[in-house]
T-cell receptor
Framework: AQTVTQSQPEMSVQEAETVTLSCTYD???????LFWYKQPPSRQMILVIR??????QNATENRFSVNFQKAAKSFSLKISDSQLGDAAMYFC?????????????????FGEGTQLTVNP | GAVVSQHPSWVICKSGTSVKIECRSL??????MFWYRQFPKQSLMLMAT?????????EQGVEKDKFLINHASLTLSTLTVTSAHPEDSSFYIC??????????FGDGTRLSIL
């Protein structure tokens, strides 16, 4: 079974600065997807960024980028120019790429989450 | 992006009653829907996975008779908490997926049992 670990329960950053959230995972599969989700106080789950394991290039979405190290099974999220609206709980998640129509292949495995505080 | 509607957003009811939560994918046909439970400051815990037209697959430790899931169409899944008790109070979130597309989440339901 796959596991996802976020070793930082809480992180803080000054507005306009850069912060990196850590995530490691364990899997025996070679093809999979990795995600970062943001959950603000409203508790809505928002997809921040997605990475396909077969792609060597790190995914980027505006101020959000990842450092994907497949051999090390590491998937960190970097937030540049942090804004007050970035304050939220961030979850790293894993999904197998096996069988898109299969139940087990589409489920997400979440990490414990990292609570990010942005200080003005 | 894809929109998933979850209703109600907040419900308070007496112990012993049953509560139904609806999850609708508004702009795509969801072959698979997921139901999660989340306690304060914790991660999402998968309760069950349902595919349209078939029985839900429950995670270990989740009572099937307590949490009834129906996925009658490609756009609607329901979770019914039967004979709810205070320990069932929690935040419940659904998500919908189609094939390899990312899961899209509803806004969640805060359930409070008195």
């Amino acid at each position: 079974a796959q596991t996802v670990t976020q070793s930082q329960p809480e992180m803080s950053v000054q507005e306009a600065e850069t912060v990196t959230l850590s995530c490691t995972y364990d899997t025996s599969e070679s093809d999979y997807y990795l995600f970062w989700y943001k959950q603000p106080p409203s508790r809505q789950m928002i997809l921040v960024i997605r990475q396909e394991a077969y792609k060597q290039q790190n995914a980027t979405e505006n101020r959000f980028s990842v450092n994907f190290q497949k051999a090390a099974k590491s998937f960190s999220l970097k937030i540049s120019d942090s804004q007050l609206g970035d304050a939220a709980m961030y979850f790293c998640a894993y999904r197998s790429a096996r069988g898109g129509g299969e139940t087990s292949g589409s489920r997400l495995t979440f990490g414990e989450g990292t609570q990010l505080t942005v200080n003005p | 992006g894809a929109v998933v509607s979850q209703h109600p957003s907040w419900v308070i009811c007496k112990s012993g009653t049953s509560v139904k939560i609806e999850c609708r994918s508004l702009d795509f046909q969801a072959t698979t829907m997921f139901w999660y439970r989340q306690f304060p400051k914790q991660s999402l815990m998968l309760m069950a996975t349902s595919n349209e037209g078939s029985k839900a697959t429950y995670e270990q430790g989740v009572e099937k008779d307590k949490f009834l899931i129906n996925h009658a169409s490609l756009t609607l899944s329901t979770l019914t908490v039967t004979s709810a008790h205070p320990e069932d109070s929690s935040f419940y979130i659904c998500s919908a997926s189609r094939g390899f597309l990312p899961q899209h989440f509803g806004d969640g339901t805060r359930l409070s049992i008195l």
